[in-house]
């Protein structure tokens, strides 16, 4: 056993757009973990017997976490989970208020996680990687959606995976540039990559040998269109003037760390909440105009992406407790979206609700005065939503757009949506870290 | 399906298959592990969610021997924690009282409170030292007689001339049926731990609930709630105990009626530490501390002890021809299974083992099950064997045991931290067993009553302890 001399940095790479405002990391000799006690005795009131520590980390959490994130919101704004040593945050001002402090909470990438935190760079914050995809998103969603809804429903009517993800995926394919015959291969190695959870080393050995294939092919994609003008992402990429040439890694990199979940997870939870909540859904189908405000409801009731961790970039005493240096903090957002303090009647689903954000949330998730569904994982809201021509729009407004979009096709098509079995497309997760979404929605066509 | 025949559409079912795939681990033949996978260079795989299922409670120790043999320190990124296995790693990094904090803090006080568990190096041993000696050595030996006499007494409802309603016998055979722990593992070693403590006999009734759900309510498991619950509980009734002893302390007596000296309780009243008497609310974290280590797990002990005794029957009547040697018997049957799996530990700085880096602040897990079925240290480690040779299980030793290929086993941990209440725990289960084994005879484990495995015979201990023990004997009439 030896003390280490040289502490690798668990931080992620400094974010281009983040500068002056990431913190220093302190001296090593500086850093040390403390032994005096730092607790205080739990009372009754801040357990109950409707949760255990167990469920979180079980199939019951997988199926619906909303009990028992509800559960802990109302009696632990911070609840020490020993079974996965985090800290558990669940009240909308709470969550937000982590997920906007990037002074004390770090982010840790999806690379880290399987240690391959020190392949590559991510480059989606840079403007004309970010444009590069907005302006695919633009020019094709409507199309696209167009045409994998009349096929969707000229077969089975199944439009979880024939619509939502197979569109999200063909999007990405555009956005790299790729040939249409490499699509499949492309589809099936970053999932391979996506679909590993953390705790399976068989799906982490075959994430990691997937991300050499990826970075392989992307090391020859840069070379080839390194010279020329492309607009796809790949080429765009290979223009940047960074300290060192953009390769294959970084393109990799970049894609892994680009939400995968959100867009098809986020019209797959509208679609079966319209389908299951008709009368809503006629409003919606008579004037398209609220199909935004459905979209805006179904992320705050059921967001696909239920939590998002964040880690104690040092010692910090918040919510009443002392989060150590390297504490998991868990921001649920599932809790945080469904918190009465926030949001009158949460647990009900109402795209005319008057108490949610209509417009992109800003700094603390807020707009207008009033607090919007919490969208992790797109990156933080922006100050400025009304951003400047040469920009392109956030992440979270490009991906509200191509659902929107999207919907709208949908709704064309089929009017009112009416399932085949609405129990089977009841949202669920697969596994921890997973999204929470609607996995097989069969439309009835009318 | 739409398109099947549609390459991207195959490729996205695909990983749609692979994404919903859950865990599911059926029940695999005892000392073999479920196939986990394996990597390119023939190493075996190892999935942390085993951890939470019904397979890995039962059959621990394959998985145990996957961690030791190829990831001597695991890291579960999942449960954010690491493991540390092997003999060797759990005794050093017991013994690095600077590298290694104590239990994480924060892990065990939701229930216990504020104690000296979560300290370490000068502020762990002041707290300690208070009490320690009342569990130990002379003041020890002197109070063996009331261990001896609550035995008897506890035995006698089920063994005397007058069984309790409890047992249950046969009329045609005269053959008595009892659960061992209600009989007597449950009560019997807090009893003990009342008299050194002064509690009166009148709160004797709660004291299995406090102590068992206490001691379940550690470390933020499963069942907190109620650890919580029942530690208010306790607080509760010994408020007004402790500022009795406050004014009126109390007394051990040895078998001569002289005193020993002051009860536990007594003592810590009127200790001071750093120059301040104690709280209320600090004593009765000691208490509680005390109470619920001083319960479950030696009601473990011996509930596992003869378990596993009564599986070995020419070992049974070994120690019954010779009662000295349930000495032995004891240490070998926590080796085999003890009833506490491990102690967690966070690191005060960085450090690498194994190759592993370990980040300052990390939780990690000396799993003491594993280390006690190390093979490198102990020969066949699944084999209950009460003459093995390679077990040391003499004098209990606060430096643990290492010489002429003998070494201690690990249920009480080693160093600074070693329990306290070691040797309080071994005359609890050796007297105990040793009186019991005076008043019973052709003892039998009741198998229809007891849990079965999958092949039909006896439930394996696995992790933790047996909750019940079913057993029909004939009493002894003198």
Known sequence: MSRSADRPSLAVEADPDEGERAVPSRDADERGYRSYEIYQRRRITESSPDILPRHLWSDRYLDDPYGLVGALREHGPCYRDWAGNAFWVTRYDDV????????NFETRTWRWSFDLHRRGRDLGRHVPVMQAEADVWDADAADV???????ALGAEGEVALGVADRLAAELECRVLGLDPDDWPWFVSTVGRLRNAGMADPAGRASALSAFDELAARFDRLVDERRG??????????????????VGGDDIAATVVEADPQTLPGSMANLWF????????????????????AGWLEAVRHSPPVVAAERWARHEVERFGQLLPEGARVICSVAAANRDPRIFGDPDT???????????????HHRADGLAAGVVPALGPPSLFPAVPEDRPRSRYARVRDVAVVATGALLDRVGVPALADPEAARPSASRLGGPHRSWELVVERT | MVGAADPLDVALAEGRRAERARLDVPLQPLGTAYDMGTAPDGTPLFDARIFS????????????RILQDHYPVFHDVQHNAYYVTRFEDVTACYFDEAGFNTIPKGSSSGVLGNTQLELSGIEHRRRRNIYGRHLIGKALDRRLFAIRELADELIERFAGPEPADFVHVDPATGRRTIELGQAFANEFPIRVVCQVLGIPDDAQDRFFWWYSAMMRGLGGSDTAHEGITARQDLEDYVTELVELRRREPGHLIDDGGEIIGLDIISELCRSEI?????????ITSNIALIVGGGGETTRGAILNLWYL???????????????DRFLQAFHEALRHSSSVGGQPRQNSHEITLHGVTIPAGSLIHMVDFAANHDERVFEEPERFDIDRVDLYWEKLLRSGYDSEGRRNHMAFGVGPHLCPGAWISQQETVVGSQVLAERITEVRIEAERMPTDIDGSLAPIGTGAIRELWISFEPITS
Not at chain 2, 309 to 323: G, I, R
């Open chain 1, 96 to 103: 937000t208020s982590v997920l906007v402090d990037d002074a």
């Open chain 1, 145 to 151: 959606a167009e045409r994998l809804v009349a096929r």
């Open chain 1, 228 to 245: 020329d003008d492309g607009a796809d992402l790949i080429s765009v990429a290979a223009r940047l003037e960074l300290d060192r040439p």
């Open chain 1, 273 to 292: 909440l319209l389908a299951t909540h008709p009368g809503h859904a006629e409003r919606i189908v008579d004037d398209r105009r609220l199909v935004v």
């Open chain 1, 349 to 363: 689903f109402d795209p005319f609700r008057l108490d949610l954000c209509q417009r992109e949330p800003r700094g």
């Open chain 2, 53 to 64: 299922t019904r397979e890995f409670q039962r059959n621990p120790y394959p998985y145990y």
């Open chain 2, 274 to 282: 750093d120059g301040a008497v104690m709280s209320t609310e600090e």
């Open chain 2, 309 to 323: 005794l009564l599986q070995h029957p020419e070992q049974f009547a070994t120690v019954v021809a010779d009662p």
